[in-house]
Structures are given as C-alpha cells and as structure tokens.
C-alpha cells in the first residue's frame, strides 16, 4: 500500500511540474494598463499588481507573483544605484516561471533585468 501512495505522489509531482513553463517579456503595472491600455506602464515603485506582456498577451500575476515581482524590482533598483545604472525607459525585461491559467500566471520563479 505504501508504495502505491508513494507512485500516487510522485505522478502529481510530475503533473506539477509538467505544466510550470517559462515566459520572457515585459513587466508592466496592471493597473495603469487596465485604465489606459495604450499607455506603457512601465513599473514604479508604487506598483503593486503586475503583469508580463508576452507573446502579445498580457498574463496578470497571481497574489505571490505580485509580492516575488516587487521584491524582485528592489532588488534590482538597489543593484543599479549601486552600479550607477540608470532604468531603461522602454520598461523592465523579465522571465518567469509559472502555470498559465487563462490570463493569469500563478508565478514560482521571477527574474528581472
């Protein structure tokens, strides 16, 4: 019995990991895109929701997403006044990983650029 709980386990961990896929775009602010759709939405300090345009489709981040995309961001401004980088005024490239349920990523894994 044990071991048919044991392969039981481990096909869902492999469904899991079946459908986490990685995405690269651009990381916007969803709120300024839900109220002026062609603006560019560049990312701020204030932003708290998210989304990543890619592919053409905007894929709106789940509640962990938002709290990893800002701590993500942070850390990236606290790099670049250190580097004495400045941000590029086309927006924030990033990647994710993550399950895609229709226009929402639950986001695992963020890294931006």
């Known amino acids: 019995m044990d071991k048919a709980l044991v392969y039981g386990f481990v096909m869902v961990?492999?469904?899991y990991a079946a459908s986490v896929a990685s995405y690269?775009?651009?990381l916007i602010d969803a709120g300024c895109a839900e109220q002026q759709p062609n603006a560019s939405c560049n990312p701020t300090p204030a932003t708290r929701r998210f989304a990543l345009i890619?592919?053409?489709?905007?894929?709106?981040?789940?509640?962990?997403g938002n709290a990893k995309a800002?701590?993500?961001?942070?850390?990236?401004n606290s790099k670049a006044n250190r580097e004495q980088l400045s941000n590029a005024a086309d927006g924030v490239n990033a990647m994710i990983q993550g399950e895609v349920m229709g226009?929402?990523?639950a986001v695992r894994d963020i890294e931006v650029q």
């Not at 890619?54 to 962990?64: P, R, V, Y």
């Open 24 to 26: 690269t775009g651009r």
């Open 54 to 64: 890619s592919a053409g489709k905007i894929l709106t981040f789940d509640s962990m």
């Open 103 to 105: 226009y929402q990523i």
């Open 13 to 15: 961990l492999s469904a």
């Open 70 to 76: 800002t701590a993500a961001l942070k850390q990236r």
